[in-house]
């Protein structure tokens, strides 16, 4: 089956899940779209810079953001924070030429408003996910929790991704618990670069089943 829109969400924060979106859209020479960046680093850069260096891609197909908040906390909050009001027609899918990787902000139930969450926008979208999870202890539930609200919202599933050290009896207990394909594991990096992530991708995953 090919998927030419894949929403690329994760378990929780901070889990590597940019890391892998970036190492996708590298392998399947993909556009790139994270709808809402909430928080910015020192110098102005978010998600989306960080995809463009690490994925080497063409820059021009990395797309802007519909927002591009200030505050890093959940999206419902830093636009309040920032004054603004979020549009949820604002996140219509953009239309390219090409795979496009669409890239949540952590966890599958982090709110865009007040009312609405990534889960339910991935819903409207109707595009099928990948979900990003960590090794570490607690995974199991945030994952196994993860993968049932996407479910109930009618979200389907191409598989789980991990992010970290291996963890053999984690990871198959939550692909036969939540009975879910393991797609891979992005192991942790020494160095973070184009070259070393492109060669961790090609090592721990098939393009195939992303539906290349």
Not at 37 to 51: C, K, N
Not at 147 to 163: C, D, K, Q, Y
Request: charged share 20%.
């Amino acid at each position: 089956m090919s998927h030419s829109r894949i929403i690329v969400t994760g378990t929780d924060t901070g889990i590597g899940k940019t890391v892998f979106a970036s190492a996708l859209t590298g392998a399947l020479n993909a556009f790139y779209w994270k709808p809402v960046q909430a928080g910015l680093e020192p110098d102005g850069t978010g998600d989306a810079d960080a995809v463009a260096r690490l994925c080497g891609i063409d820059p021009a197909r990395v797309l802007p953001e519909a927002y591009r908040l200030n505050t890093p906390c959940s999206p419902h909050r830093a636009a309040e924070i920032d004054g603004i009001t979020i549009d949820l027609a604002a996140l219509a899918v953009p239309d390219v030429d090409g795979p496009l990787v669409i890239e949540g902000a952590g966890g599958a139930l982090v709110p865009i408003t007040r009312s609405h969450t990534y889960a339910d926008q991935f819903a409207v979208w109707g595009y099928p996910a990948v979900l990003v999870a960590r090794t570490e202890l607690g995974t199991i539930n945030h994952s196994l929790l993860s993968i049932e609200a996407l479910r109930a919202r009618g979200v389907s599933l191409i598989g789980i991704a991990f992010v970290g050290d291996a963890n053999e009896d984690t990871e198959r207990t939550i692909a036969e618990m939540g009975r879910i394909k393991r797609l891979g594991r992005l192991p942790r990096l020494a160095t973070l670069d184009q070259a070393a992530l492109s060669a961790a991708f090609a090592a721990n995953f098939r393009v195939e089943d992303f539906g290349a």
